[in-house]
């Protein structure tokens, strides 16, 4: 079972997400779950969301402790939110952030970090505004490209499916996000 | 048969979709609220009316209306709305309508608390509805579907209960059944009786007491004889869906010297607990009680063997006395010469987390101590 924690902040996407990926998994033949922290949602709030994905349909019902993949949504959360709480060994933390992993070496933990500024292309493709930008799909492109645990054209149908409105730059701004953590995988096994 | 991924207030509302019942009255309430709001855009897809009425008492009221004029209906609400539905839920017992509600079991307050809790439902246990808990988005759907079949042969409403986020918020695969099989399996609702200005007849006029008390015994021979309805229905559901259900399950109990009876969405980690016990060479098994009213006592005293230890997972209790489900249970094998030890525990209320290793704990420390046997265990 892959287990994975989305940190956001109400209104940033993150439940939305978590929907699209457990339905990348699903169109792979995988059994996925997705779900929020349960509560009162306020916009800006720190808010999670989970998804699990395994061979078999997924009976837990608590939320993700030790999570192998962590996707911090915005870079300011690791400063108010323990973002590494039980991440597993040689897990993944993927940080929307302009600066490099380094800069975020004070979190404790045997895991590695990616850093993404996905910001750029939500507002190349008219996502949100400067001040709050729609990154839920393209640091889910980050993420795919990263991980490759799920196919780019997944996650696309899923925006497809769970994005109606501005899909198209939705899906372009994915696969720039995408094709940037490519490239970067690549240039870092060199 | 196709698959799609969608939440348990979806599942809920592709279900309502299904059965197709001609009036929809609800009144919003966390965590219910996707439900209502999928249906009130949906309803006008198979020729059904949503209206949103000013509280739950109206809506539960206008169902009774619309059921007692020959319509199919639906309401589903939640914690407090159910609460405030108490009085007409009497009524609709002893009116014999049928209904199908859907129940998001959320804790109740003071203080306030929006999270999974029974207490809601479990308080309306002696109102005379059939009550069905459910352990995933699928079982959900299929029996919303199946509610309607039963409710409409016994003549008595149905609640369907689905945990409050746990299942309406939590989105997992579904498979999404064709409307021609479930008319197959559920014909329109074709009332005996129904309010018709061409055959006039009274209803929920005053009875004597004679009568009333005959009205009375009749509602509860139905609960004694609902059973076959429910092996009818479970049957029918299998031919046609090729999925079964029953009353209760019993998972992993044949060789168990330890059994944990549970409702709802925590039978799913329960099962996870019982697998993680069994692979340290725990004997651990669980029932999951899936139909609470009628209490399914026969069943339950044909699977749990008198050398067995039984661990019951409350999520509501009857405060000074017991556990809800644990008095249940413990009444089931009052008459029962070798019965079986059971443990009141009260695991989780206003959506306390429960993780596997909590449950295998509570396991541990009953197995190191038996005089657990007597008290109300809080973990």
């Known amino acids: 079972m892959i287990e994975i924690r989305f940190h956001g902040r109400g209104g940033q996407g993150a439940v939305i997400a978590s929907w699209i990926l457990s339905y990348g998994f699903f169109l792979e033949g995988k059994h996925a779950q997705a779900f929020p922290t349960f509560g009162a949602e306020r916009r800006g709030a720190p808010v999670e969301a989970f998804v699990r994905m ?8 608590c939320k993700v402790v030790n999570p192998y993949y962590v996707i911090v949504m915005g870079e300011k959360l690791v400063h108010s939110i323990n973002v590494a709480a039980g ?43 400067k001040t709050s930008p729609f990154i839920n799909t393209p640091i889910l492109g980050a993420f795919a490209g990263f991980s490759d645990v799920v196919k780019p054209e997944s996650i696309i149908k899923g925006i497809t499916k769970f994005i109606p409105v501005r899909t198209e730059n939705n899906v372009a701004a994915f696969e720039e996000a995408y094709l940037l953590a490519k490239s970067e995988g690549n240039r870092s096994q060199v | 048969m196709s698959k799609d991924m969608m939440t348990g207030s979806d599942a809920v509302a592709l279900g309502v979709k299904l059965a197709k019942p001609d009036l929809i009255f609800a009144y919003p309430i966390t965590p219910q609220t996707h439900i209502v709001e999928t249906l009130s855009e949906i309803a006008p897809s198979w020729g059904g009316r949503f209206i949103n009425v000013e509280s739950e008492f109206s809506a539960i009221a206008s169902c009774l209306g619309a059921v007692s004029a020959g319509s199919r209906a639906f309401t589903a609400t939640s914690s407090h709305g159910l609460l405030l539905m108490h009085e007409v839920l009497h009524w609709f017992v002893g009116a014999r309508m049928p209904l199908v509600m859907v129940n998001a079991n959320r804790a109740i307050g003071s203080p306030w608390n929006i999270w999974a809790d029974q207490s809601d439902s479990l308080a309306q246990r002696d109102t005379g509805w059939l009550q069905i808990y459910c352990e995933t988005c699928q079982e959900a759907l299929d029996t919303v579907i199946q509610g309607y079949y039963i409710s409409e042969k016994l003549l008595l409403p149905v609640m369907v209960m689905i945990d409050g986020f746990i299942i309406s918020h939590t989105m997992e695969e579904v ?27 009274s209803f929920g006029n005053a009875a004597l007491p004679d009568d009333y008390y005959r009205m009375r015994k009749a509602i509860q021979r139905t609960f004694t004889s609902g059973f076959e309805v429910f092996r009818d229905c479970h049957n029918l559901f299998e031919d046609v869906f090729g999925t079964r259900y029953d009353l209760m399950e019993a998972y992993l109990c044949d060789d168990a010297e330890t059994i944990f009876l549970v409702a709802g969405a925590l039978t799913g980690t329960t099962r996870v607990a019982v697998d993680m016990m069994r692979e340290k060479g725990m004997k651990v098994g669980l029932i999951k009680l899936r139909v609470f009213r009628p209490f399914p006592k026969h069943a339950l005293q044909k699977v ?41 525990v009260i695991i989780s209320l206003g959506g306390k987390e429960v993780f596997p290793e909590i449950l295998m704990g509570v396991c541990e420390g009953i197995k190191a101590d038996p005089a657990f046997k007597d008290e109300m265990i809080w973990v």
């Open chain 2, 175 to 201: 498979e999404v059944h064709e409307p021609q099989k479930v008319d197959a399996f559920l014909p329109p609702y074709a009332p005996q009786f129904k309010l018709d200005v061409d055959d006039p007849r």
């Open chain 1, 87 to 129: 991440i597993r060994r040689g897990g993944l933390m993927l940080i929307n952030s302009p600066k490099g992993p380094q800069s975020f070496a004070f979190l404790k933990g045997d895991f590695h970090i990616k850093t993404m500024d996905v910001n750029a292309p939500a507002l190349r493709n008219g996502l949100g505004s």
């Open chain 2, 304 to 344: 749990i063997a008198g050398h067995q230890d039984v661990i019951v997972l409350n999520r509501a209790v009857s405060y000074g006395a017991q556990g809800t489900l644990t008095q249940e249970l413990r009444s089931a094998f009052y008459n029962v010469d070798d019965n079986p030890d059971i443990y009141d």
């Open chain 1, 54 to 61: 395994d061979d078999s349909f997924p009976n837990l019902r």
